[in-house]
């Protein structure tokens, strides 16, 4: 109870406003200074310990298919592939996809038509991160602006007091 009373008095004092009219943010900052705790968290390892296996997995498959190392190693699939049906296997009559490389051309299309939307999986997941991120500063940043400001109100009154006994200040 009597940290209830403290954090609504904090939000009084430092927001101007009740607790109860306070969004989660500010509740979650008001709460961390009333219980004096930390507010910091790390946007990472909140979204680490959120995301589920297919999560993990669509960040991998963006992380390999984006990559300069996917790109040149499937251009030397690719031309071995077109290589080897056209010339190597062709003079044996054994090419199992020769020219226009059908058979190539609907494995590029089934891997393009599973890949974009892995990938697009995995940038709907960063871009969560990021506003998870944006949030935990603004509750940085809403921590520290209201810790200064009690800073400075405790600042004043202590000038207040030193003024009170008729010490001068040296501003």
């Known amino acids: 109870m009597n940290a209830d009373v403290h954090a609504s008095d904090l ?3 430092l927001l101007g406003r009740p607790y109860d009219d306070l969004d989660a943010e500010e509740r979650r900052v008001i709460g961390a200074i009333a219980a ?3 507010t910091s968290r790390d946007a ?3 979204d680490d310990a959120a995301a589920s296996f297919g999560a993990r997995l669509s960040d991998r498959v963006a992380a390999v298919g984006g990559s300069w190392g996917f ?3 499937f251009t030397l699939v690719l031309l071995g592939w077109m290589l080897l049906n056209s010339e190597v296997l062709a003079r044996w009559g054994m090419a199992f996809d020769p020219y226009p490389f059908i058979f190539l051309n609907l494995m590029l299309s089934t891997l393009a ?3 974009a939307p892995i990938i697009m999986m995995s940038q709907n997941r960063a871009a969560a991160k990021d506003r998870m991120a944006a949030s935990l500063d603004y509750e940085i940043n809403l921590r520290a602006e209201l810790e200064i ?3 400075h109100h405790k600042i004043d009154a202590l000038v207040e007091k030193v003024e009170g006994l008729g010490v001068r ?3």
């Open 113 to 115: 038509a599973v890949q």
């Open 149 to 151: 400001m009690r800073l």
């Open 71 to 73: 790109i040149i190693l």
């Open 36 to 38: 004096h705790q930390p």
């Open 44 to 46: 990472a390892d909140i």
């Open 11 to 13: 939000a009084l004092r």
């Open 169 to 171: 200040s040296a501003s």
